[in-house]
T-cell receptor, first 112, second 115 residues
Framework: KNEVEQSPQNLTAQEGEFITINCSYSVGISALHWLQQHPGGGIVSLFM???GKKKHGRLIATINIQEKHSSLHITASHPRDSAVYIC??????????????FGKGTKLSVKP | NAGVMQNPRHLVRRRGQEARLRCSPM?????VYWYRQLPEEGLKFMVY????????ESGMPKERFSAEFPKEGPSILRIQQVVRGDSAAYFC?????????????FGEGSRLTVL
């Protein structure tokens, strides 16, 4: 079993729909990242969370440390949101914050 | 303020050749991380470097792979005697801090194809 599990693996939505992507992890963490990757493209860091909730534009990320679970929500989805969304966790405290454990990603396709 | 710059974006090598991938971090960033994304697999951490030092190389294959981040110039990931299984996208990220408060900024990646 992977230490970071994402669901769903693939998601197709109609433009305007509210989207939720889930991430569960089985290790102790000090921070969780949500990343976005477009096909053939680079990676953009969307959020870094250690507790609570963050919002940026139409994107909202939440984390429940006790439940070991995080969600990424996209409100009023748009075709340009089509990408792979990746959850990654940093384990422990101190040391390298770049030594991340990644989920396999959720491929989102938003149809016009 | 340019972002994290990686080059080359695409590199083709024959088995047995060497591959050198370069990463210039964002201005003011002294921490660099390399990750590998194998086809149909997730990203995996390889190595964490600060200027002139390797801090954590726990994700680096034991043989043929090396990384450096010299005092001047970009960080370099070097793969000697490449094999087909090295074909992957290699991403670099940088940050101002090695602690959890330091946000990560990623490059566009270098895509290595080994023939």
């Amino acid at each position: 079993k992977n230490e970071v599990e994402q669901s769903p693996q693939n998601l197709t939505a109609q433009e305007g729909e509210f989207i939720t992507i889930n991430c569960s992890y089985s290790v102790g963490i000090s921070a969780l990242h949500w990343l976005q990757q477009h096909p053939g493209g680079g990676i953009v860091s969307l959020f870094m969370l250690s507790s609570g909730k963050k919002k940026h534009g139409r994107l909202i990320a939440t984390i429940n440390i006790q439940e070991k679970h995080s969600s990424l929500h996209i409100t009023a989805s748009h075709p340009r949101d089509s990408a792979v969304y990746i959850c990654a966790v940093r384990t422990g405290y101190g040391g390298s914050q770049g030594n991340l454990i990644f989920g396999k990603g959720t491929k989102l396709s938003v149809k016009p | 303020n340019a972002g994290v710059m990686q080059n080359p974006r695409h590199l083709v090598r024959r088995r047995g050749q060497e591959a050198r991938l370069r990463c210039s971090p964002m201005k003011g960033h002294s921490h660099v991380y390399w990750y590998r994304q194998l086809p149909e697999e997730g990203l995996k951490f390889m190595v964490y470097l600060q200027k002139e030092n390797i801090i954590d190389e726990s994700g680096m294959p034991k043989e043929r792979f090396s990384a450096e981040f010299p005092k001047e110039g970009p960080s370099i990931l070097r793969i000697q005697q490449v094999v087909r299984g090295d074909s992957a996208a290699y991403f670099c990220a940088s940050s101002t801090s090695g602690r959890s408060t330091g946000e990560l900024f990623f490059g566009e990646g270098s895509r290595l194809t080994v023939l």
